[in-house]
């Protein structure tokens, strides 16, 4: 029973990895855009991240191997370094569109422009890393990260067509526009299913020093956090749905009509709630992907690497995430409009999917590694079926959307 | 033993157990009858860079010559016999402020660290 | 005493005594002798990316959807038995022949 408590690492992981400023971006354009249709992309993608993100965890305390251990030791450096190359630039533009999320929140609470606030948030961030340990963001965020239910009670105070929503989560095509509609879902999908969270996720697990006896603990793990996410990401696009189409929005513009979603639930209250939910869950992004980026640096060339340790332990390591945040927050202290990156990283995102994960799945059917722990054919006809699609969408979409303005 | 397999990019750990790196290169010896003995684990991004790329890693090396003002800086070695125990990790005989990372490591904190409050605590 | 750097060879084509190029480089075992370790053998695999690739279970299940069925082909050389003194052209100095295969 008390390993259920870590279920912190899983709500954590989803709070960070899946409910964030991709997300809240996506479904709010889809919701508006399309209505209850996209919701099955939330469901698929939900799915393939709870199996990435069990498996990751069984990885961890089958062969007390983080992920990018086992990729370089199994690949050979040369993979390695071209993989990790991909997934650390991606992260960037993501860890970016995070802090962009924060800035706006503030700006959503006070009124000063969010350039202003990108510094101030991204060295509160930092602070936070440098002088917390793993355990004390892990539980913080997650704590904290339970207001974003908030978005949950609003759907049920709004008293939504349910069942237009249970047809939603079936795959439909759409109606008009099948480019912008595909485009639309390869964002969610690039949003739910990120690199960065099961990179997080096992690092996290070799943290918490997960043994063998935590293998039923992490399934259950893996399902509630990620579901929690999914069930608030869901709540976002069935708002969105609800709202914005009858006042006749159909193309969001700007974050600043998204912050609007909570307003008919709660009033006046609602720009509150849902800048503070955005800021929370931005915040663990933040800290998530720029841990995400020190761990792949670390781990891969072999240096000490642990938030739980003090940062004159592991130097380099600190170094890693510090230099990440400082570059990251350049696009926003400049003024790029944090949507904006949020969409492109979103795209950018599923596009790499395929160098993220592949390589990790191959290592999840190698016993070498995971002993009798490999994976069954569902796991991995599951996770390549949902990749796959993630990426064939987002090759031909991508660059159609950007043409096409 | 599997050189592959079981020792080339492998996690390095002192005698404290503490990580010094991954094995980047095994240097291999001709013996006088033919035969090739193992003689050292090399380690280094250098050594990294080459393994990648002939061409990026003479650029690097020429701008590492540079840097040092022409000293020669051979890679960093530990020869096969201070070996302890090659299973998971590969546990060498050495103390980790030996080796160039953890040098790396102490300049950073006495450089960079130093100036940052909480740093050395 | 010239010095060889193990990791550079990896992955390198290996060619047959008529300089035709059979198989990669991919694995080299050693044995202890008196104090010190040496190379007794040279393991050799496919030469080709998809054949490569079927030696990963996931990859094999995959390209047998696809109709590949067959598994690759590695040789076992002795130690004495394989000229690297060019780290660019790794030369046999016996035939295929009479290498062993492994079983796959």
Same mark, same amino acid.
């Given at each position: 029973m008390k390993k259920l408590l870590q279920v912190s690492l899983g709500i954590i992981t989803s709070i960070g $990895?899946?409910? #964030?400023t991709g997300n809240i971006a996506t479904s709010s354009q889809a919701g508006a855009a399309y209505?209850?249709?996209?919701?099955w992309a939330i469901v698929l993608g939900t799915i393939c991240v709870i199996f990435l993100v069990e498996m990751s965890g069984r990885f961890a305390i089958a062969s007390h191997y983080t992920i990018v251990d086992g990729i370089r030791d199994r690949f050979g450096s040369n993979i390695f370094l071209l993989t990790i190359s991909i997934v650390f630039v991606v992260n960037l533009l993501v860890l970016a569109a995070e802090i962009g999320g924060i800035s706006l929140a503030l700006q959503f609470l006070?009124?000063? +422009?969010f350039p202003w606030w990108s510094l101030p948030v991204t060295f509160m961030a930092w602070l936070l890393l440098w002088r917390g340990t793993f355990g004390l963001i892990e539980n913080g965020i997650s704590a904290l990260g339970l207001l974003a239910l908030s978005f949950v009670v609003a759907v049920f105070v709004m008293d939504p067509p349910w069942g237009e929503i249970a047809k939603g989560l079936l795959p439909t095509l759409p109606s008009k526009d099948p480019l912008h509609y595909s485009f639309i879902v390869v964002g969610i999908l690039g949003a739910v299913i990120s690199p960065y969270l099961f990179y997080f996720y096992s690092s996290g697990a070799l943290e918490d020093e997960w043994? +063998?006896?935590?293998f039923g603990a992490n399934r259950a793990i893996a399902i509630l956090g990620m579901s929690f996410g999914a069930i608030i990401t869901a709540a976002v696009m069935v708002s969105a749905a609800m709202i914005y189409p009858s006042s $006749?929005? #159909?193309?969001? #513009? $700007?974050?600043e009509q998204i912050a609007m979603i909570l307003t008919p639930a709660f009033g006046k209250w609602g720009l509150y709630l849902f800048a503070i939910s955005l800021g929370i869950t931005c915040l663990g992004a933040t800290l998530e992907v720029s841990l995400a980026q020190a761990y792949l640096v670390a781990q891969g060339f072999g240096w000490n690497w642990s938030e739980?340790? +003090?940062?004159? #332990?592991n130097p380099a390591f600190c170094l890693v995430y510090t230099a990440c945040l400082m570059i990251a927050v350049i696009p926003i202290v400049i003024g790029v409009d944090p949507l904006r990156i949020t969409i492109f990283s979103m795209a950018l995102s599923a596009l790499s999917l395929p160098f993220g994960v592949v390589p990790f799945l191959i290592l999840m059917n190698d016993?070498?590694?995971?002993g009798k722990h490999r994976n069954g054919w569902i796991s991995n006809a599951a996770v390549i079926f949902i990749v796959a699609m993630a990426f064939v969408l987002s090759i031909v979409t991508t660059p159609l959307e950007i043409l096409g303005g | 033993m599997y050189l592959v397999r079981d020792i080339l990019d492998k996690q390095v750990v002192d005698r404290k157990q503490a990580r010094i790196g991954k094995v980047d290169g095994i240097v291999l010896t001709t013996e006088n009858d033919g035969r090739l003995k193992i003689s050292f684990l090399e380690m280094g991004h250098l050594t990294l860079m080459r393994r990648l790329s002939p061409r990026l890693y003479r650029w690097l090396l020429a701008l590492s010559q540079r840097a040092r003002a022409g000293r020669d800086r051979c890679p960093y070695r530990i020869p096969?016999?201070? !070996?302890?125990d090659a299973g998971v990790d590969i546990q060498v005989d !050495?103390?980790?402020?030996?080796?160039p990372l953890e040098q790396t490591q102490e300049w950073l904190r006495q450089h960079i660290l130093r100036r940052i409050p909480g740093g050395l605590s | 005493m010239t010095e060889i750097h193990l990791e550079l060879l990896l992955g390198m084509k290996v060619h047959d005594l008529n300089g035709k190029p059979i198989a990669r480089l991919e694995e080299i075992k050693a044995e202890a002798a008196e104090e010190d370790f040496f190379v007794v053998e040279y393991h050799l695999g496919a030469l080709g990316l998809l054949e490569r690739l079927s030696a990963t279970t996931i990859g094999s299940v995959m390209l047998r959807l696809f109709g590949f069925a067959e598994r690759p082909t590695s040789y076992i050389v002795p130690?004495?038995?394989?000229?690297?003194?060019n780290s660019t052209h790794l030369k046999l100095r016996?035939?295929?022949?009479e290498l062993r295969t492994s079983a796959p």
């Open positions: $990895g899946f409910l #964030e209505g209850y249709t996209p919701l006070t009124g000063v +422009k043994d +063998k006896s935590y $006749g929005i #159909e193309d969001i #513009e $700007g974050y739980n340790m +003090k940062p004159k #332990e016993p070498t590694y995971v | 096969w016999s201070k !070996i302890t !050495i103390d980790d402020s030996d080796t | 130690w004495d038995k394989l000229d690297i003194g016996c035939t295929v022949a």
